[in-house]
């Protein structure tokens, strides 16, 4: 047993540690700290591009921190490990807290202290009534206490009582909710998903049928992209409306949708997708995350053939909507890969939807599209498509361009309806302007219980901080040989168990109304220690 | 809707007015502090053994000084009536900025900064009224309370100023006027705690000291009242507004889920929310855990505040994220 002596004091005094407030203090600490790099610096998750521009100003630093977890904070395992620590340390607390609270409910209220005089809110006084009938008239107005009468050797009549049980609920409570609002959250992102996608604003269809309908896709680890549930959007148009300043007032699509129980029976249901409005479906949800053009160029080529391209073009200003892409073509009619290699076309170049040319430098002046123009390059030769290496939809692939096998032909500003010829005969037309939405479809089976949990915190909090634990007693004795035959001395004592704040305004009342009640006035307060307004 | 312009000239003007109230309410704070004798001696306040439950109590005046107040309770009372005048005008600048917009006036940085400001200056107001007894003791650090509002107030009207506009669609939601309003009132309030926190830790050093010397800082702690009252004083005003915040970070969760399609997504905002939600947690149980009480509690407090204005500036201009709304 000698042996063991030391190891069990040490599994205690672990427990100890880990379950203490000092070390629950730490990591709540940690867990501040190590959340603000997650503020401070770019996230892979938030914004990529930021985080390869951090990587380009500080070649240095950079690796560091990103070896270190820097740029992807939350999916860290160091911050996993503080939340982890904190919510063990939070269970090791909580379990024993329960069960003693649980005694407690059952407990009765504490004896009456010998020594009144000595709580942090007192009074003295002598009344008329007798002991018992003191006890009773103040059991009546103790109404919603725990009470306990008891009665001294000394022939002296107590009540001891007590209340603000809830406010431990409410502790209690709204730890727990918190355990409950990481499990949820951590189920979430287990089994939820995330994928945006860019469908034109002039009809076209966006079905969930797997991840590949996206053009981003961020499946939680339990998810492989297959058996989302099914359903299909369809974009019919897209309306914004700006203020004269530019500042946009509201987006709104005009869409159709079918749930997956419409799926067989082919029917559709008319929806205004809005910001802040999302699509809510049994499944998923479908959200108007932003909007931009697709300008739509028809080429005639030399032999007659027309080809018309409308590809989204990505914003690079938010405020005007001046836009950049590449719309890309193959010569009709050309199977051999070779030949294929020579005649390929791309569109190059800024979209204006409100065009602002100073000189020949194209720039927007308002978003909406009321003098749309381009400035475009035309390039020939290989895409490089079938290279093999992943293609932007926005770019052309510059090492085409660089290695020459891609060339420009031409370089020239379009208004609307506008051409240009290239020395081969074919006709580049900017032939019209589409608009795209970008939608997200979010999936997260959980949030309900989030929200839940989140409501719970809520309400524990709001107990635990507003009700208070406090003691009440009364002890009500015969008066002694010098006063007359009948009368009573009473003495109430009160103690707030938790944080102070109120009570004696509280306390204050009770004694008045006990002590006021009966005939007699009640003597002054026992020295100016007799009711502050603080206790403990 | 078509912006008023005249409701919005009224409302600038009024914004405007409500400053120079506030920075006139602040020169005579600090003028009655200056002139005024120490109230309560520092000595005197650390000899009471327990310490609590100096504060209240001995802080009333005698009835007979009521009679003659003195020059610089005289200045002291207009100072308060003045911020009362102030936050009244300053109300109206809101409501006139609201009107003319048809919104809630917290649509912007310059309306949440101001409406930030509002309430903390009505909860001060606030303060003073509940707590009668301390009153004469509290109301000499009007100025102090006074001063971020009137700087914050200051960076409003110039760098952050934003005509009267309809909101941005990403804004345009009932949800601006639940979330943006509870986290304006928390934030507030915890000014006030903040405030009370910092004064805490100035006048906890100078009992610690035994008030000795007549060095210029000692001078300066002994005009303030014990460090129990501002000790509660901010503990009171945390409490209330920390479940205030808790909703509001609540609400923004479920705005987020509506708007952006998740309900956190690790925003800076989100997330520096949250890490002030974490730092009050810990000042709380700080004051319910043996050795943190007392002055490591109020540096929690006050390094909280320190977090909420990170939040409210930096975070909003100079991080871009999804809480930076045309251009602030």
């Known amino acids: 047993m000698d042996r063991l002596q030391p190891v069990v004091a040490f599994l205690r005094n672990t427990w100890r540690g880990l379950t203490s407030m000092r070390t629950a203090l730490v990591l709540l600490f940690l867990l501040a700290v190590g959340a603000l790099p997650g503020a401070l610096l770019p996230q892979y998750s938030l914004n990529p591009e930021l985080v390869s521009q951090y990587h380009d100003d500080h070649p240095w630093l950079a690796p560091v921190l990103d070896r270190l977890g820097f740029f992807e904070v939350f999916a860290s395992s160091w911050f996993a490990a ?32 010998r020594n009144l005089a000595r709580l942090p809110h007192h009074r003295r006084a002598t009344v008329d009534s007798s002991p018992a009938e003191a006890v009773d008239a103040a059991r009546r107005r103790l109404r919603g206490w725990r009470l306990r009468r008891r009665t001294e050797p000394s022939g002296a009549r107590t009540l001891s009582a007590e209340r603000g049980y809830a406010r431990e609920a409410g502790n ?47 499946p939680g680890t339990m ?7 099914p359903f299909c959007v369809r974009i019919n148009s897209f309306a914004a409306t700006y203020l004269p300043s530019g500042q946009p007032q509201q987006y709104r699509a005009d869409i159709d949708y079918q749930d997956t129980d419409d799926l067989a029976s082919g029917q559709w249901h008319p929806y205004q997708l809005a910001v802040n409005e999302p699509l809510r479906l049994d ?27 409308v590809v989204q073009w990505r914003p690079v200003d938010q405020a005007t909507l001046l836009s950049e892409g590449a719309t890309k073509f193959d010569p009709p009619g050309v199977t051999d890969p070779a030949q294929l290699r020579e005649r390929q076309l791309a569109i190059t170049g800024l979209f204006a939807p ?40 926005f770019e052309i692939d510059g090492s085409m361009v660089e290695s020459g096998q891609l060339q420009r032909v031409a370089r020239q500003n379009l208004r609307l309806d506008e051409q240009l010829r290239l020395d081969d005969g074919t006709v580049v037309r900017f032939s019209g302007v589409t608009r795209w939405v970008s939608l997200q479809v979010s999936h997260d089976p959980a949030q309900l219980w989030v929200l839940t949990f989140a409501l719970l915190v809520l309400g524990g909090l709001g107990l635990s901080l507003s009700v208070k634990r406090r003691r009440f007693w009364i002890r009500a004795a015969p008066a002694g040989p010098d006063e007359p035959d009948g009368r009573t001395v009473i003495e109430l004592g009160g103690l707030a168990r938790t944080e102070a704040a109120g009570y004696g305004e509280e306390f204050d009342r009770i004694a008045a109304d006990l002590l006021t009640s009966g005939p007699s006035a009640p003597l002054a307060p026992a020295g100016t220690a007799g009711t502050s307004s603080e206790g403990r | 809707m078509p912006v008023d312009p005249v409701l919005a000239f009224y409302g600038d003007a009024a914004f405007y007015t409500a400053l120079v109230l506030y920075l006139v309410a602040m020169v005579l704070q600090t ?31 005698p009835a007979g ?24 005008v300053h109300a109206a600048s809101l409501v006139l900025r609201g009107l003319a917009a048809g919104r809630v006036p917290w649509g912007n940085m310059y309306e949440f900064t101001s409406a930030i400001c509002l309430v903390a200056v009505v909860a001060w107001l606030v303060v003073l009224v509940r707590q009668r007894e301390a009153a004469p003791a509290l109301r000499r650090l009007g100025g102090f309370v006074l001063l971020p509002v009137v700087v914050l107030l200051f960076l409003a009207g110039t760098v952050l100023y934003a005509e009267a506009a309809p ?20 934030s507030g309030v915890l000014l006030v705690a903040g405030v009370s926190s910092a004064l805490y830790l100035v006048r906890l050093r100078a009992e610690a000291s035994g008030g000795e010397g007549g060095s210029p800082g000692s001078r300066f702690a002994a005009r303030l009242p014990g460090s129990a009252l501002l000790d509660r004083l901010a503990y009171r005003t945390t409490v209330v507004a920390f479940p205030i915040w808790t909703f509001g970070v609540i609400t923004g969760a479920i705005w987020a889920e509506a708007a952006w399609g998740r309900y956190w997504g690790w925003d800076p905002k989100e997330t520096v929310a949250l890490v002030a939600w974490v730092v009050y947690a810990c000042y709380l149980h700080a004051r319910a855990t043996a050795g943190w009480r007392g002055a490591r509690a109020a540096w929690i407090n006050l390094l909280g505040f320190a977090v909420m204005v990170f939040n409210l500036f930096f975070i909003n201009i100079v991080v871009a994220g999804l809480h930076s709304y045309a251009g602030v």
């Open chain 2, 31 to 61: 003028v009655e502090y200056a002139a005024q004798r120490s109230a309560e001696p520092v000595a005197a306040a650390v000899g009471g053994g327990d310490g609590v439950g100096g504060g209240v109590a001995t802080l009333a005046p």
């Open chain 2, 167 to 186: 909101l941005i669609p990403a804004l345009n939601s009932y949800w601006i006027a639940i979330h943006v309003f509870a986290v304006s009132v928390a």
């Open chain 1, 82 to 113: 503080v939340y982890l620590l904190l919510f063990i340390s939070l269970v090791c607390g909580l379990v024993p807290r329960t069960g003693e609270y649980a005694k407690q409910l059952r407990a009765v209220p504490v004896a009456t202290p």
């Open chain 1, 223 to 229: 998810v492989d992209g297959t058996g989302l549930s």
């Open chain 1, 354 to 393: 409100t065009a602002a040319f100073r000189g020949e430098l194209l720039s927007s002046a308002f978003p909406q599209p009321l003098a749309p123009a381009v400035a475009i390059d035309v390039l020939k030769g290989n895409l490089g498509i079938n290279s093999g290496r992943g293609q932007s939809i």
């Open chain 1, 172 to 218: 209690l409570v709204f730890h727990f909710a918190l355990l409950g609002l990481l499990v949820s959250f951590a189920i979430g992102t287990l089994f939820g998903y995330e994928g945006q996608s860019i469908v034109k604003a002039d009809g076209s269809q966006f079905c969930n049928s797997g991840a590949f309908a996206y053009d981003s896709f961020t």
């Open chain 1, 283 to 309: 499944g998923a949800r479908v959200y108007l995350l932003g909007h931009g053009y697709a300008p739509e160029f028809t080429v005639t080529f030399p032999d007659g053939q027309q080809r018309t391209g």
């Open chain 2, 65 to 88: 000084e009521r009679a003659a107040r003195s020059r610089s309770e005289r200045t002291g009372r207009v100072a308060v009536s003045l911020t009362v005048l102030a936050a009244a």
